[in-house]
């Protein structure tokens, strides 16, 4: 039996997988601006981050006005709890990218020409990961979500050499030392993103499976 | 013998066809025209008009008198072929006795019957019990008449009973306000159930036989009136019902009051909140729920009226009623006659008969007619009462 | 205090509506009522609230506190009992119910009600539906038959009594009986339905399948519903009423109730921590 209501529940899983969609165009975006110089690219990107917010508190809305109204329990409230988790991270993951694209304006209007050092590759595992996650999000693929979170560490080794490779550049060249800076914090932010794409591939499984992942023994040695 | 035996038989049949309807008949129209002949020559003086009808009526006496005759010849002839025969018997002891063929009812060997043929006996004995007319000062023959005069009492006093006690029931208990005078008609209604039944049959012979009986005689029937045959005034089936009905009232109204109370007051709400006026309420839902009982209550007062015997004896019961209360006279349906009742009989046969020792048999077997007619009524309500709770089977809850 | 006869357009939360007349934000509308079982005892105290057009209302409250009392007055269903007496006037559009002009019977064929027990009447289920149509006065047997078939499937009743029309009504199960009872209410087309505490003795499925019936009647009606049931408040109503003591203690939009409510003594009793 369906219930009246239980409408409502599925419009909001539907609104948070077209603010995933859009976080993922938005992190691509900033990513092929990144490495295209693409400086109307970038702004879009920050101009569309403001949908992405008004998407995230439009679902934290609905979902609490449906917690106090509608007593859910079972897969409904697992539900409701991963569609206010991952709508956060989301939000968080336009953030990054949002800030992504403000350094990417800026390193373009400096002009300098800059060694990228692994960040082309880092790009491609990242939107690589964050697809994935989300299709796992909307198929339903509790499997494939589980084995993302081992991705991480190789996102987080890469993430590491271009730091160690951004502070050489730093200290060899003081005059290009801004744009290495907003290279590295480039580096970071895409770790981050990661890091939350991480988040909502264990939130897949929780939701699908009712098992909390986070910090067990698997996930803490892969990320070592 | 047999043939002959048959032969009386037939002939009895023939005495009886003539003597009751035909010659009955001729009697009731001569009854009526000789009252109309007496009032008008009691006259002391008559119109043009009356004076005819005087001679029409001496007419039409003479014409009944000539179809009379002959009946009566037949009947007299047919008597006398009766007793013609006469049967020899000798008993064990070598006397020898005889009798006429016509005083035979029965002439059977017992010890000659297989068993089949005795049980047949049996019930024919039953059934003739049952179904005719007593003989002999009621010590011999059926108690037909009295039955069916307890069953017409039981009926009308039934109908005439349940609307009046079912309305009063409902306006105690759906209309007045529940207050000191509803209190004070409950317990009158409770004591009129502890009032002997005697004081009833005094009631009902002065206000229903005396009052109302004489009241409608002296309006419809006037002539009959002055000529002392009173037709209402007196006792007679319909005001013996209505004074057992006065008897059984309280019954049928503290059941139906026990029985609209035990209605839910959720229906009685649900029916209001569809818009149904209070009367709708109680047409359509409180009267058929509380139906069984009521119904219950009419038992309960029908074996009481059926078995109540002393306010009768002074409002139209007797010994031995000529005719039923229903017949084929016009207009056959005849209230204002008195009629034979069951327990009556009892008293009767066992009190006042010539001879009681011989009665005794007869005693017996009317009071065990009596009681099994009370517990037949019983049963018939119960039975219907169960199925009208069935197909309400109240509420699983 | 408004006038009554003003009508306020309102936009009914997600309810379908035909007809172009605007919807009235009053269109029950309780004005300083007070009302006194056996003449002293007050059990209502100066409540004052308007009930919108083809929505649901639910009345909620610890128990005694008067949320049938003034359900039953709306249908003027307490003029049955001795003794009572009210102050202040109850409109509905715009017309008092206490308007000596109106006639009881004609006001409560106007409006349809669901008791707590379920009472079907002993009689047929196609005659307990009939039953407010032929105390009209209208038996043609071609309107009535249509009228079980429209308020059965209205109901949601009617694939499982179709093949018994004609048996007892009390041959159903008590989910059942409810929502034979629901169809009764609405078989004469009322324009409001007042139910109190509908699903108090049905387990969760029947309960679901009434406040599911709930839901699409307001499409049609204007519902009031007494409940003890938070989550079905919650879940059924689009406003609610917090009643404590007699008195009116908050009105507000469902959401507003169980999510941010202004009175402490509402939030305590929405969650539960009452007393
Ligand atoms: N017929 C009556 N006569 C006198 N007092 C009554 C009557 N009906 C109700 N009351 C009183 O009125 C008050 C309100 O009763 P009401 O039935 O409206 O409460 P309620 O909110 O519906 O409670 P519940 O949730 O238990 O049904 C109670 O104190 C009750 O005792
Ligand atoms: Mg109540």
Known sequence: MKRFYQGELENLRTQLLVMAERTVTNISDALAALHGGDIQLAERVIKSDDVIDELEVAIDAEASRYIALRSPVASDVRLLIVIMKVSHDLERMADE????????IRLMESRHMLEMGMLPELSLQAVDLVREVVECLVGDDSGKAESLPMRDKEIDQMHRRNFQFFTEKVQGSPELASDYIDLIFISKAIERICDHATNIAEEIVYLLRGMDIRHTEKTKRANV | MNSQLAQVHERRREIHRIERNQIGRINEQMRRLDLDRRYLENLSERTVAQQMQLDRIHERIAVLQSDFEPLAAQAAALRRQLVENRLEYSLATGQVRSITVGDLVHVYAPNQLHFLQRVVLFFQHIWSFLSEYPREANTEGGIWPAIFGTFIMTVLMSAAVTPFGVMAAIYLREYARQGLFVRAVRIAINNLAGVPSIVFGIFGLGFFVYFMGGNIDRIFFPRATEMGTPTFGTGGVLWASLTLALLTVPVVIVATEEALAAVSRGVREGSLACGASKWQTIQYLVLPAAAPGILTGLVLAMARGAGEVAPLILVGVVAFAPSLPVDGLFPFIHLERKFMHLGFHIYDLGFQSPDSEAAQPMVFATTLILILLVVALNLAAILIRNRLRRRYASQAF | ?????????????????????????????????????????????????????????????????????????????????????????????????????????????????????????????????????????????????????????????????KDRLHQSAFGLSGGQMQRLCIARAIANQPEIIL??????????????????????LKKQFTIVIVTHNMQQAARVSDRTAFFYLGKLIEYNSTEAIFMNPINSQTEAYVSGRFG
């Open chain 3, 1 to 161: 205090m408004p006038d009554p006869a003003i009508k306020t357009a309102v936009t009914p939360q997600a309810s379908v509506t035909t007809s172009d007349v605007p919807l009235r934000a009053d269109y029950i509308s309780v004005r300083n009522f007070n009302f006194f079982y056996n003449g002293v005892h007050q059990v209502l105290f100066d409540l004052n609230l308007d009930i919108p057009e083809r929505q649901v209302t639910a009345f909620i409250g610890p128990s005694g506190c008067g949320k049938s009392t003034l359900l039953r007055n709306i249908n003027r269903m307490n003029d049955l009992i001795d003794g009572i007496r009210h102050e202040g006037d109850i409109f509905i559009d715009g017309h008092s119910i206490f308007d000596p002009d109106i006639e009881v019977i004609s006001l409560r064929k106007r409006i349809g009600m669901v008791f707590q027990k379920s009472n079907p009447f002993p009689k047929s289920i196609y005659e307990n539906i009939v039953y407010s149509l032929r105390v009209a006065g209208r038996h043609r047997k071609s309107e009535l038959d249509e009228v079980v078939e429209r308020s059965l499937h209205a109901a949601a009743l009617w694939d499982e009594v």
């Open chain 1, 97 to 104: 990218s949002t800030s992504i694209s403000k350094r990417v």
């Open chain 3, 195 to 216: 139910m109190d505490e509908p699903c108090s003795a049905l387990d969760p499925i029947a309960t679901g399948k009434i406040e599911d019936l709930i839901h699409e």
